[in-house]
């Protein structure tokens, strides 16, 4: 069975900074491209950052500079290291598996992050 569980998620100040993890199982993960996407209230959700499964990593323009993707194989975890954060950060932070090869993707239930004083 398919899992990714997200945690990490909480409340920070503006410039502060989270790390969000999502564990997965069921499947070969480093055989998938990992990818990280959030969805604030009203708003469809959007891709963050992606990491392909020979770690190269890309990311949206909103948050490049600000935040770091990564992956532990051995732990089949991938990892969100997020930095001076915003207010417009706010949002469930979703973790996505996806092998077009397999023709699979996957969901996690998501994780709040929510940037504010």
């Known amino acids: 069975q398919v899992q990714l569980v997200e945690s990490g998620g909480g409340l920070v100040q503006p410039g502060g900074s989270l790390r969000l993890s999502c564990a997965a199982s069921g499947f070969t993960f480093s055989r998938y491209v990992m990818s990280w996407y959030r969805q604030a209230p009203g708003k469809e959700r959007d891709f963050v950052a992606r990491i392909s499964n020979g770690g190269s990593p890309n990311y949206a323009g909103s948050v490049k500079g600000r935040f770091t993707i990564s992956r532990d194989n051995a732990k089949n975890t991938v990892y969100l290291q997020m930095d001076s954060l915003k207010p417009e950060d706010t949002a469930v932070y979703y973790c996505?598996?996806?092998?077009?090869?397999?023709?699979?993707?996957?969901w996690g239930q998501g994780t709040q992050v929510t940037v504010s004083s």
């Open positions: 996505n598996a996806n092998s077009a090869y397999l023709q699979h993707n996957a």
